[in-house]
């Protein structure tokens, strides 16, 4: 039989492997370079990714791409390379610690199945930190962190992937000849595949609890389990699946842009506040009147405050329109001030006491107002809502605003709305901006 192409997938060139004589890191990082050996795959298509740890040492030593993060959270950059790049095998080494520390992202790639390769270094405690306790230390077990023996029951990390959902899981020891094997078998899986490896470490678990290979293989027996295949059941991989759905989805509707086709009477940052009641349009009128600024060729900026409920309390949507950037999108002294209901009212009454003699405010005609240095218009509600209803309250009252300050022309308005709402929408909004123009110049 000829040789491989590929020998080896790692390098000596940074040195021997960094790992304590006998920790179980050694002989897990030369099965993983016996499986991709096995496979032959294109190191250039491989990435092995780590955390921190003692087995976080190892990516460096292999000739294929790495990729080294945060303690606990190897499983995400993985998925995220899988994602972006689903041709890569992507595999990725972690300790039982990082395990227990990125506990929700080894449940969520389970589930979700991304079809990246788990191999985790289970030596029953943090090594690179002098020995404390993780979430599979047994029962009594001795660490530095708990040295009158662990009160904790261990986590069984391939009952926990398979109850997430994961296909493909085995659970091995440092021990078995066919580690290799095992391990070329999982990194071909299609969808994710997890082979728990426990292992000793000889610096602290392994002295400390007088731990070796018989007491290891014997836990097996102490805890109902075996090692070999725990889980194979076979179901679409998460990131083609993703694929398909995207594919199948459809595009979304072109925005029709905004190209500056008005004037506008705007010489400085002006802002608006508009304040009523959940329900009563104040976020998607604010927008349109937003819209409509740009449409005259202004930088415009939008902020709404509202409670997390739906239709009830209250609505309240800041904007900016200015000739300039907006660099700073808050309103500290209100240019122009809509005051459409109590529930707005009860959430903007100090602001709106405190509004300077250079504001105007707009206040629907039976909302008792506090006392104000603003200069006061009362908007006709029952007459704005006539032809248009009661919804579109708002829009005629900015409508009646543009109408009064000739900020830009209440046609830019009318162009936002036409451009940007379903044509019933539009309808009704047209009527209501014409009726809000109509009020002023009735006046
Ligand atoms: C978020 C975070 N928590 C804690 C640490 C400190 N820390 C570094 S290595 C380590 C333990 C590693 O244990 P394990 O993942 O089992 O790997 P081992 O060293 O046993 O191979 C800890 C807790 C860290 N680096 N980051
Ligand atoms: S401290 Fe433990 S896990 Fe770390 S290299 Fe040494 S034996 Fe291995
Ligand atoms: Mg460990």
Known sequence: MSAPAIASYMTDRIGPLPFCPGCGHTTLTHALDKALVKLQLDPRRVVVVTDIGCIGLSDRYFTTHAFHGL??????????????????????????????????????????????????????????????????TPEEGLTSSTPAGNPEAPMDLCATAAAAGAPWVWRATMFDPDLPDVLADAIAQPGFAMVDVWELCTAYYMPRNQFKKKELLEMFGAHGLTTGKVVDRPRPEYTARLREVLASAKPPRPSPGIEPRFPHAVSRQTGIVIAGSAGQKIKSSAALFAQAGMFAGLHATQKDDYPITVQTGHSVAEVNLSPERVDYTGIERPDFFVLLSEDGLRRTRDTVAALPATSTLYAVDDLELPPTAARVRRLPSRELTKDAGRLSLCTAALAFLLADSGLYPVAALRAAISAFTSPKIAEASLKAAAAGAAAVHRE
Do not use: W
């Open 71 to 136: 303690h606990g959270r190897s499983i995400t950059y993985a998925c995220g390379l899988k994602l972006a790049r689903p041709e890569l095998k992507v595999i990725t080494l972690m300790g039982d610690g990082a395990a227990g520390i990125g506990g929700a992202h080894f449940l969520n790639v389970a589930r979700r199945n991304i079809g990246i390769t788990l191999l985790v270094g289970n030596n029953f405690n943090y090594g690179m930190t002098g020995g404390q306790h993780s979430v599979t």
